[in-house]
C-alpha cells in the first residue's frame, strides 16, 4: 500500500508541557532563554494537540490520508531520559494510536524529533556516547507498548540538522556552537538509531526506517574551488549521514576533522543494521561556492531565478526528482525503498475576509514535488509514501509561530483549526489515488 500521509512533531504540535508527568526536554530550556526564538515563541501550548487530539485525528479521516508520522516525545515516557517510566505518557500515545487506527490511518511514529531530554542534556545530550544506550532502553519500552499495532517505525529525524543547528551553529536546542567539534553528535545519533534498531527488532516491530533532511548541492561554477566546496557541502549534509547507515562507513571527513577517535571498532556494523525504507525529508537544493575564510571548507551561495516560500527557500520540484534519482545511483542495490516523509512549505496564509485561506502556492507546490516524486518512480526510484508536512500550522522551532505549513490553519489565539484550499486539493487528490501507486 502506497502512504499518503501528514507529518508533524511532538515539541511542535502538543503543548502541555508540564502535564502528566512529562519531563523537561532541550526545547522547554532554549526556548525560555530569551532572544532564541523569535518573539520569544515556545511550544508551551503550540497546537494543544495534547487536549485536540481527536479533533486533529478527525481532520486527517476528513482528508482521507491513510498514514499519519509524528513524534513521540522522550521526556513524556521517560522524564529523565531513563529509569522511571511515566505510563501516562504513553498512555496518551497508545491512545492515538487506537484512534488512529480506527480512522483507518497507520500510525508512523519517530522516536527523536529532536526534543531530547533536559536531564541527558546535562549529561551531555548527543556529545555522551552513553546516550545511545539509553535511546535503545527508551525505543524498546515505547516498542513493548506499542508493536503490537504500529509496523512501521522511525528512529530518528534529520540527524544533519539537529547536529549542524542544535551543536554546530547554536540555532536550535540545545544551543551549543561547537562548529566541527560538533561531529560526534553526528556519529552518536547514528549509533543511537543502529542500536534502536535492534531494540525495535527485538520487541517486535517489523518495520524500521531512518529519516534523514537531504538536499541536492549545485557547485556555484564548474571551476575546481566551487566543485571542491560543493562536494565538501554534500559529504556534510548527504553522505555523512546516508553512507554509514547504507554503506556501513563514513565519506572522506578529512576536510572537518584530522581525527574519527569518537568512533569505536564494531560502531559502524551496529549503524548499517539494514533498514526496510529510508525516510527522506526534502524542501530545497543548495548552491555552494569556495570557502570565504570562516573555518568551514565551503559557502552558501544561495539561488536566484526561483519563487521562494515565506521562508525564502526555493522551490524547485525538479530536485526532488534529481535527489531521487541520484541516490539510486550513489546507493544502487544498498538503497531500501524511500518514503517522503516530509515535503511542504510556509506561506503567510492570511485568511480572507470570509474566513478561508487561499494558499494556492502551496496547492501547486504540492502538485509539482508529487509529479516530481512520479516522475522518479518512473526512472526506477522505488518510492513508497508521501507525507506532507504539515497536518497542521505549528511552532517552527527558531521561528516560533511565524512559518506556517499547515493544510490546516491554526489560529493560536483560539487555537481554532480550519481547513486550507491545499487541504481541500489534497483530499480530492487522494479520492482519485490507487493507493498501490
Ligand atoms: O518543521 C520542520 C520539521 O520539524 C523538520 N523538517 C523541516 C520542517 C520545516 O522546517
Known amino acids: 500500500m502506497f502512504l499518503w500521509g501528514t507529518a508533524t512533531a511532538a515539541y511542535q504540535i502538543e503543548g502541555a508541557t508540564g502535564e502528566d508527568g512529562r519531563g523537561e526536554s532541550v526545547w522547554d530550556t532554549f526556548a525560555r532563554e530569551p532572544g532564541r526564538t523569535r518573539d520569544g515563541h515556545t511550544g508551551d501550548v503550540a497546537c494543544d494537540h495534547y487536549h485536540r487530539w ?102 530518528l529525524n534529520e540527524p544533519f540538522v539537529h547536529m549542524a543547528f542544535g551543536y554546530a551553529m547554536g540555532v536550535h536546542a540545545p544551543g551549543r556552537f561547537l562548529m566541527t567539534d560538533a561531529l560526534p553528535a553526528a556519529h552518536h545519533q547514528l549509533l543511537a538509531h543502529g542500536r534502536a534498531v535492534q531494540a525495535l527488532r527485538a520487541a517486535g516491530a517489523r518495520q524500521v526506517a531512518l529519516t534523514n533532511n537531504c538536499t541536492p548541492v549545485w557547485p556555484a561554477s564548474q571551476e575546481e574551488p566551487d566543485l571542491k566546496a560543493a562536494d565538501a557541502y554534500d559529504v556534510l549534509h548527504n553522505r555523512l549521514f546516508n553512507d554509514p547507515i547504507l554503506l556501513g562507513r563514513y565519506p572522506d571527513l578529512s576536510a ?102 487561499e494558499d494556492e502556492a502551496r496547492v501547486d507546490f504540492l502538485d509539482r514535488h508529487i509529479a516530481a516524486m512520479r516522475q522518479a518512480m518512473a526512472e526506477g526510484v522505488d518510492v513508497r509514501g508521501y507525507f506532507v508536512w504539515s497536518l497542521l500550522d505549528n511552532f517552527e522551532w527558531a521561528e516560533g509561530y511565524h512559518q506556517r505549513f499547515g493544510l490546516v490553519h491554526v489560529d493560536f489565539a483560539t487555537q481554532r483549526r480550519t481547513p486550507k484550499r491545499s487541504y481541500h486539493w489534497f483530499k480530492e487528490f487522494l479520492k482519485g489515488q490507487n493507493t498501490d501507486t
Open 256 to 357: 572537518y576533522t584530522p581525527s574519527l577517535d569518537f568512533i569505536r571498532d564494531g560502531d559502524l556494523a551496529t549503524i548499517a543494521a539494514p533498514l526496510d525504507a529510508l525516510g527522506i525529508n526534502y524542501y530545497n537544493p543548495t548552491r555552494i561556492a569556495a570557502p570565504t575564510g570562516d573555518g568551514l571548507p565551503f559557502s552558501d551561495a544561495g539561488i536566484t531565478g526561483h519563487p521562494t516560500t515565506a521562508f525564502g527557500w526555493p522551490v524547485v520540484p525538479d530536485c526532488l526528482r534529481e535527489l531521487l534519482t541520484g541516490l539510486k545511483s550513489r546507493y544502487g542495490a544498498a538503497l531500501p525503498p524511500i518514503l517522503i516523509t516530509e515535503n511542504g512549505c510556509s506561506q503567510p496564509d492570511t485568511p480572507t475576509e470570509h474566513g478561508t485561506i
Open 54 to 155: 481527536r479533533e486533529d485525528v478527525a481532520l486527517m479521516s476528513g482528508l482521507g490520508v491513510n498514514a499519519y508520522r509524528f513524534s513521540i516525545a522522550w521526556p513524556r515516557v521517560l522524564p529523565l531520559g531513563s529509569g522511571e517510566v511515566n505510563e501516562r505518557g504513553l498512555d496518551f500515545y497508545d491512545r492515538l494510536v487506537d484512534a488512529l487506527l480506527a480512522a483507518g490511518v497507520q500510525p508512523v511514529p519517530t522516536l527523536f524529533h529532536w526534543d531530547l531530554p533536559q536531564a541527558l542534556e546535562d549529561r551531555g545530550g548527543w556529545l555522551n556516547r552513553d546516550v545511545c544506550e539509553l535511546f535503545a532502553d527508551y525505543a524498546a519500552t515505547v516498542a513493548a507498548r506499542l508493536a503490537d499495532r504500529v509496523p512501521l517505525w522511525i528512529t
